[in-house]
T-cell receptor, first 111, second 108 residues
Framework: DAGVTQSPTHLIKTRGQQVTLRCSPKSGHDTVSWYQQALGQGPQFIFQYYEEEERQRGNFPDRFSGHQFPNYSSELNVNALLLGDSALYLC??????????FGSGTRLTVV | KNEVEQSPQNLTAQEGEFITINCSYSVGISALHWLQQHPGGGIVSLFMLSSGKKKHGRLIATINIQEKHSSLHITASHPRDSAVYICAVRQHADKLIFGTGTRLQVFP
């Protein structure tokens, strides 16, 4: 039973570019949450998707957007990349009030 | 002030020692999670608690809802326990708020 799969594992982008990160949830999970973790910090909530809609959003600008597909997989898009967007992006899937399963993350470096 | 505070931030121990990591929170929660993060970045969920105490192997987690405090204990610590341990609280709106983590190093 595969857990949460994220791709790519590492990515280097230039300031101003756009990036798309992908997440496949654990089998049976219907909710996907995205988190940004800067070096030495705890993860910060970006947004959560359920039934293909954004259900909640953290304090992130509109440059951060997402999507959830009918098979529950999800994408995180970031436009007009800034140096400060360099971080580990974590995806977590869940089902109702059960526990979360986290992916290994995508490490994004903006140069 | 962060909504979730952990202490200590860094912890070193000799193999075999008993370890305690503390977490205090200031918001209403539906559950509290203890997570383990290794240097590669991947996060493993250790416990989800809404009351009382849970035990898994050498790990024990407790929570006091009235005092808004939780502890993670590791008995007979081992170098493979070296990792960052993160406390995260789940609000009623199903959002996780994370602490900044406790970096544990266990030396042989």
């Amino acid at each position: 039973d595969a857990g949460v799969t994220q791709s790519p594992t590492h990515l280097i982008k230039t300031r101003g570019q756009q990036v798309t990160l992908r997440c496949s949830p654990k089998s049976g999970h219907d909710t996907v949450s995205w988190y940004q973790q800067a070096l030495g910090q705890g993860p910060q909530f970006i947004f959560q998707y359920y039934e293909e809609e954004e259900r909640q959003r953290g304090n992130f600008p509109d440059r951060f957007s997402g999507h959830q597909f009918p098979n529950y997989s999800s994408e995180l898009n970031v436009n007009a990349l800034l140096l400060g967007d360099s971080a580990l992006y974590l995806c977590a899937s869940s089902l109702e009030q059960h526990g979360y399963t986290f992916g290994s993350g995508t490490r994004l470096t903006v140069v | 002030k962060n909504e979730v505070e952990q202490s200590p931030q860094n912890l070193t121990a000799q193999e075999g020692e008993f370890i305690t990591i503390n977490c205090s929170y200031s918001v209403g929660i539906s559950a509290l999670h203890w997570l383990q993060q290794h240097p590669g970045g991947g996060i493993v969920s250790l416990f989800m608690l809404s009351s009382g105490k849970k035990k898994h192997g050498r790990l024990i987690a407790t929570i006091n809802i009235q005092e808004k405090h939780s502890s993670l204990h590791i008995t007979a610590s081992h170098p493979r326990d070296s990792a960052v341990y993160i406390c995260a609280v789940r609000q009623h709106a199903d959002k996780l708020i994370f602490g900044t983590g406790t970096r544990l190093q266990v030396f042989p």
